[in-house]
């Protein structure tokens, strides 16, 4: 006859404690890339009513943007954008 085994209290907190720990991490993450694309539009943008897709990448390689950033402006279709515009298909948050 086989035993159920129980996991210790401690197990189950521990383990709930790493969900926790990796979802705050996605969280952060995510505000990293809102704040780095946030400030890059905002230089881009100063002074510029349009900008095309090209020298938003443009700005972004030189910048030297994290790799997330980058791949989300190589994945916009070629044109021009205003300030709005390129910040909601790339995903900031807020822009001024």
């Known amino acids: 006859m086989t035993a159920d085994r129980q996991q ?3 197990a189950a907190d521990l383990g709930t404690a790493i969900d926790e720990t990796v979802e705050v991490d996605v969280v952060d993450v995510t505000t990293q890339t ?7 539009l905002d230089e881009i943008y100063a002074g ?3 900008v095309t897709q090209a020298e938003i990448h443009r700005r972004a390689v ?8 980058l791949i989300r402006i190589t994945a916009m279709p ?4 205003a300030l709005d515009e390129a910040a909601e298909l790339l995903g900031a948050r807020d822009t001024k």
Request: hydrophobic content about 35%.
């Open 78 to 81: 070629e044109g021009e954008y």
């Open 8 to 10: 210790p209290a401690e």
């Open 48 to 50: 510029q009513e349009r």
């Open 62 to 69: 030189a910048t030297d943007v994290p790799a997330d950033v």
């Open 34 to 40: 809102s704040v780095v694309l946030e400030d890059l």
